[in-house]
């Protein structure tokens, strides 16, 4: 099957990325989620970038914007606190259509990125990969699908989707917070930076989306 089949298939509703308050008011400003590599080129972002972590090891991957499909990369999201734990950041997720998953150029991982027996591969073949059986980490390391998963859930919560250079925010269906005051906040910044009440997309207090999966 195809990509946009695949979505169908396996019922995916959004892809998901996560991003701290100062991320959301960037791409909500430039209309765009940029790849790490371009966000020190804008002129507003300078000024408001914090990346997700402090050292990215994938760096030929670095104008790529990392997603995750249904759920959020929790390992990933972890390590992210953790960095920030000292500051006065909060964090969000944005859900997006998930049509991008059929964009040219779209790369699928199995695992992290960064494991050595992750498995790379573009298209249906790539995106079906990531709902295997088993999935390899690395050598003695096996991830084995889950039957409680739901089917629009990776059977490795650490396989990614990489979208080259950027991705448009008019694909934005969905914000998730963890709490009242956040998405106060959060819509504050969509009625400010998107113009209107009317253009700010659905906001969802929801902490258990930034919680450890139990599968």
């Not at 709490?179 to 930076?193: G, V, Y």
Request: proline share 6%; aromatic share 8%; with cysteine.
């Amino acid at each position: 099957m195809n990509v946009a089949d695949l979505v169908e298939d396996r019922d995916i509703e959004n892809v998901v990325h996560f991003t701290t308050n100062h991320g959301l008011c960037g791409a909500l400003a430039e209309g765009r989620l940029l790849s790490r590599a371009r966000l020190p080129e804008t002129k507003y972002l300078e000024h408001v970038y914090r990346p997700n972590a402090s050292v990215r090891k994938d760096r030929e991957w670095l104008d790529y914007v990392n997603l995750s499909i249904s759920r959020l990369n929790w390992e990933f999201f972890d390590h992210s606190q953790r960095w920030h734990a000292d500051t006065d950041v909060w964090w969000c997720a944005v859900a997006l259509d998930p049509m991008l998953l059929s964009f040219d150029g779209v790369v699928f991982t199995t695992t992290n990125n960064i494991y050595t027996s992750c498995r790379r591969a573009t298209g249906g073949i790539g995106l079906e990969a990531l709902f295997a059986d088993t999935v390899a980490r690395w050598p003695g390391n096996v991830a084995k699908r889950d039957p409680r998963l739901p089917r629009n859930w990776t059977t490795c919560h650490q396989a990614e989707v990489l979208v080259p250079r950027e991705v448009p925010m008019e694909l934005l269906r969905r914000i998730y917070v963890a709490t009242e005051l956040h998405a106060d906040i959060a819509a504050s910044q969509c009625e400010i930076l998107l113009g209107s009440t009317e253009n700010t997309p659905p906001i969802e207090v929801d902490p258990d989306a930034f919680e450890r999966s139990p599968v």
